[in-house]
Nanobody, 128 residues
């Protein structure tokens, strides 16, 4: 079955950087578009950054534009998704989830209900 495994979370001071990774196993990479979501306690999961129609169509949440960069590596047998997070703020603290949406639904944006597969999440904590 498809598995998404995140890594790279941790604790950092405000202004610092982290890079998250997500390795997708048994996922037909070209049929799915990957994205990052995050969630804090008591709040709904929100889309942070994601690929939409194709590899050149990228969407970022307004709160992370200019600070976060999503990228992916599909050159190997596994799909690997990255999220480079710079100039981190305390409000970026959350559990970050890797997500895969079938390409026909990914064009709708980063919609939680349209996600087909989720990772288990990795915690990011930014201290002031």
């Amino acid at each position: 079955q498809v598995q998404l495994a995140e890594s790279g979370g941790g604790s950092v001071q405000a202004g610092g950087s982290l890079k998250l990774s997500c390795t997708a196993s048994r996922l037909p990479c070209n049929s799915y578009r990957m994205a990052w979501f995050r969630q804090t306690s008591g709040k709904e999961r929100e889309g942070v950054a994601g690929f939409l129609r194709d590899d050149d169509d990228i969407m970022y949440a307004d709160s992370v534009k200019g600070r976060f960069t999503i990228s992916q590596d599909k050159s190997k047998s596994k799909c690997i998704l990255y999220l480079q997070m710079n100039s981190l703020k305390p409000e970026d603290s959350a559990t970050y989830f890797c997500a895969a949406r079938v390409f026909v639904r990914a064009a709708a944006g980063m919609v939680e209900d349209l996600v087909d597969y989720w990772g288990h999440g990795t915690q990011v904590t930014v201290s002031s």
